[in-house]
């Protein structure tokens, strides 16, 4: 508590500013209805005949200069008073300039209506002011019974009765520090608001009928210091967590205004990416900066006082917080636990929740435009997912240790959220093969929303090879997809042959499972299903019978092969004839039934009706 006090000599009398510049002063001035009182003090002290007498003090509060008169204040202000009886200091008047006065000039004003005996109206929002300042004076009981600090103290202790006024009072003391602090009047407060509020008293009946959130709306107006001396007063008094978890949600809303802004996939990924992202930090660059630092300091205490509990808050909740910690760049250590906060609650998450910005940052907070790589491009942070999800599942490998606990409800929502983040083309295979596999083999019980998400990356990225679409497709399980899902694959040009040969081989078994009543059948007209079913019994007989064909020729061809190394060995040591390698050869051609004339009977044949009854299956499928 500094007290920062200056005492000049006086210049010259007149109107001038007593040596400081640009200050505007002030006298004193008794109303004549208050004569009565300063007749008393003109019978005790014979310089302070007429309120007219001139002013012998001039005492600067920020910038206004008060002239006063020297015994009302050093008759209640010790502090006033030690600075006049110095013997270095002339009795004619003085200067005095009070530095860092709590509650600035209003309430210096209010103090000298005080020294004067003038009435003063003392309330919630300057009581703290007051009381402060009556300390900083030294207004204590050794000089006049009845003093301002006793005063003020009296008061205060009655304002904290009251509910309101204790909110008042507490706002107050934002502009006090540290006076506020070394006087109790703050924790004091703090005590009071938590009292009633893990009590459930208030002072209406309105918020008396709501025991559980009446108090919400007042805290939720205080500054996030004192918010959490509360929480933590409230937690002592063994509130229940959900309780606490609902009110710091209530603040969080009303101090974080990008919380409840959600990022719905890339259905609009044609905007600019710094206007979809970044626009938190258009306009002047040292306001955003400021700006950025007060939320991530909100984000981060908000975090702190977060009951360990996992019913206290919901999981959309601990996922908003982290897209704002991951956008205000809070520390590892936040991030890490909000994540592992998340893993155990992922369940109750929804895909929106788990699409988190992906933000680049250089020094203090600024936006990096030139991207290293592609991947950086990426518009969701596919790492922090990915890490939730390896909480979730330590978590379930630890209490199946202990119980059955069942919770491997995630699988859908896991591929949901591929299906989204598929549409961006900065995502490379690998990241999205690394989150699609996430999940243990036995999690999936239908691979339908996998097969979406894997189509809708074959869409997005065209350019992939033949043998990247199949280390895509082989993530799916193509016997876990339904006939439904199955139908469509088996027309999906952007599918592989391969996977679409064991799509059909599916889908067989499924029709006969359907028709021997196993499992639904598909809807629509039983004439034109039965119609369809028959011709996918036929393509499917000729696809094996094919299939077939080329393994009869693989094997020959391998026989052959191994006759012609053989007879190779024996001419090892005799020169070479065309006529070895030429009957060696034909044997191959007749292996493949290779006429002559150049028609194709072999492999080429067993291509071309696969292709074809893939075709007649895609055309049959489309009518029906």
Same mark, same amino acid.
Not at 332 to 351: I, K
Not at 571 to 597: E, M, R, V
């Given at each position: 508590m500094n007290k920062s006090l200056q005492v000049t000599q006086p210049q010259e009398s007149g109107n001038q500013s007593h040596g400081f510049d640009q200050v505007s002063n002030k006298s004193i001035v008794i109303p004549s209805k208050f004569t009565t009182a300063t007749e008393s003090f003109k019978k005790e002290y014979s310089w302070f005949t007429t309120p007219q007498i001139p002013t012998d003090l001039s005492i600067q509060v920020q910038e206004i200069n008060y002239k006063v008169h020297k015994y009302p204040l050093i008759s209640k202000c010790g502090y006033i008073g030690q600075m006049i009886i110095q013997p270095s200091i002339s009795n004619s008047g003085y200067d005095i300039k009070l530095d860092n006065f709590p509650g600035g000039s209003e309430t210096f004003e209010i103090i000298l209506k005080f020294c004067y005996s003038l009435p003063i109206d003392l309330n919630a929002n300057n009581v703290a002011r007051l009381r402060c300042a009556s300390e900083f004076l030294e207004m204590t009981e050794e000089l006049e019974d009845g003093n301002l600090i006793s005063k003020t103290?009296?008061?205060?202790?009655?304002?904290?009765? #009251?509910?309101?006024?204790?909110?008042?009072?507490?706002?107050?003391?934002?502009?006090?520090?540290?006076?506020?602090?070394?006087?109790?009047?703050?924790?004091?407060?703090?005590?009071?608001?938590?009292?009633?509020?893990?009590?459930?008293?208030?002072?209406? @009946?309105?918020?008396?009928?709501?025991?559980?959130?009446? +108090?919400?709306?007042?805290?939720?107006?205080?500054?996030?210091?004192?918010?959490?001396?509360?929480?933590? @007063?409230?937690?002592?008094?063994?509130?229940?967590?959900?309780?606490?978890?609902?009110?710091?949600?209530?603040?969080?809303?009303? +101090?974080?205004?990008?919380?409840?802004?959600?990022?719905?996939?890339?259905?609009?990924?044609?905007?600019?990416?710094?206007?979809?992202?970044?626009?938190?930090?258009?306009?002047?660059?040292?306001?955003?900066?400021?700006?950025?630092?007060?939320?991530?300091?909100?984000?981060?205490?908000?975090?702190?006082?977060?009951?360990?509990?996992?019913?206290?808050?919901?999981?959309?909740?601990?996922?908003?917080?982290?897209?704002?910690?991951?956008?205000?760049?809070? #520390?590892?250590?936040?991030?890490?636990?909000?994540?592992?906060?998340?893993?155990?609650?992922?369940?109750?998450?929804?895909?929106?929740?788990?699409?988190i910005p992906r933000y680049q940052k250089g020094d203090q907070g600024k936006l990096l435009h030139m991207p290293s790589s592609p991947e950086e491009c990426m518009m969701h942070d596919i790492d922090v997912v990915q890490r939730i999800v390896e909480y979730f599942l330590m978590q379930e490998k630890q209490m199946q240790h202990q119980q059955k606990s069942g919770k491997f409800n995630i699988s859908r929502l896991l591929d949901n959220y591929l299906a989204e983040i598929a549409r961006d083309p900065n995502l490379s295979i690998t990241k999205f093969q690394v989150v699609a596999e996430l999940l243990p083999a036995n999690a999936r019980s239908c691979d339908d929303c996998l097969y979406r998400a894997i189509d809708t990356y074959l869409k997005t990225h065209p350019s992939l090879t033949e043998h990247d679409c199949g280390r895509l497709c082989k993530i799916m399980n193509c016997d876990k997809l339904s006939l439904d899902a199955c139908m469509h694959a088996a027309q999906n040009d952007r599918l592989p042959l391969r996977t679409v040969i064991q799509v059909l081989f599916s889908e067989q078994v499924k029709m006969k499972a359907a028709m021997q009543g196993k499992e639904p059948a598909a809807s629509?007209?039983? #004439?034109?299903?039965?119609?369809?079913?028959?011709?996918?019994?036929?393509?499917?007989?000729?696809?094996?019978?094919?299939?077939?064909?080329?393994?009869?020729?693989?094997?020959?061809?391998?026989?052959?092969?191994?006759?012609?190394?053989?007879?190779?060995?024996?001419?090892?040591?005799?020169?070479?004839?065309?006529?070895? +390698?030429? #009957?060696?050869?034909?044997?191959?051609?007749?292996?493949?039934?290779?006429?002559?004339?150049?028609?194709?009977?072999?492999?080429?044949?067993?291509?071309?009706?696969?292709?074809?009854?893939?075709?007649?299956?895609?055309?049959?499928?489309s009518a029906s």
């Open positions: 103290e009296a008061f205060l202790t009655f304002v904290l009765s #009251s509910w309101k006024d204790t909110i008042t009072v507490l706002k107050s003391c934002e502009t006090l520090s540290p006076w506020a602090e070394n006087l109790q009047i703050v924790r004091r407060c703090c005590d009071s608001i938590a009292c009633k509020a893990s009590k459930g008293n208030s002072d209406t @009946a309105d918020e008396a009928a709501n025991p559980e959130g009446w +108090w919400f709306d007042d805290m939720a107006t205080l500054h996030i210091d004192k918010f959490m001396r509360i929480i933590a @007063a409230i937690r002592a008094k063994g509130t229940k967590p959900e309780i606490i978890g609902k009110c710091i949600m209530h603040y969080a809303k009303r +101090w974080l205004p990008g919380l409840d802004v959600e990022l719905e996939g890339l259905r609009g990924y044609g905007r600019v990416k710094d206007d979809l992202q970044f626009s938190i930090f258009s306009g002047k660059e040292r306001e955003n900066l400021r700006h950025s630092k007060e939320q991530r300091t909100i984000v981060e205490s908000l975090v702190s006082i977060i009951p360990p509990q996992q019913e206290a808050v919901s999981c959309k909740f601990l996922l908003q917080i982290l897209k704002l910690a991951t956008m205000y760049s809070a #520390s590892s250590a936040l991030t890490s636990d909000l994540e592992q906060r998340v893993g155990m609650m992922l369940e109750d998450a929804e895909v929106n929740d788990l699409l629509g007209n039983n #004439s034109e299903n039965d119609g369809n079913q028959s011709s996918v019994n036929r393509d499917i007989k000729a696809l094996k019978a094919e299939l077939d064909n080329v393994k009869s020729m693989v094997a020959e061809l391998q026989s052959d092969y191994s006759e012609l190394q053989r007879e190779y060995g024996k001419l090892s040591n005799k020169p070479k004839t065309s006529p070895g +390698w030429s #009957s060696g050869w034909q044997k191959i051609k007749k292996s493949f039934h290779i006429k002559p004339d150049g028609n194709d009977n072999g492999d080429g044949q067993g291509r071309s009706n696969l292709a074809r009854s893939r075709s007649s299956s895609r055309r049959r499928l």
